[in-house]
């Protein structure tokens, strides 16, 4: 499991079960665990703490929604699942 914190203010923004060793480019809503202090606003996941935009929010109608995540905006801690 991922602890995928802000990379502006170290502030936590959510658990994340990644599966395989890839980078973390998009967070699917199913193995988003735990949303912690964050605000959707215009389809902009946003660090509520300090404003960063942390990934743009994609409803997907005929598939899952998920976040595609900008990377220079997040750091994370913790341990990637094996497929
Ligand atoms: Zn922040």
Redesign the pocket.
Known sequence: MLTIK?A??K?KVMKYKKIGKGKVLKCWESKIKKLYDIEIKNNELR?K??G?IIGDVIIDNTGENHVNMDSKSFKYTGTKVNN
């Open positions: 802000c502006g203010c502030n660090c703490n300090c960063k």
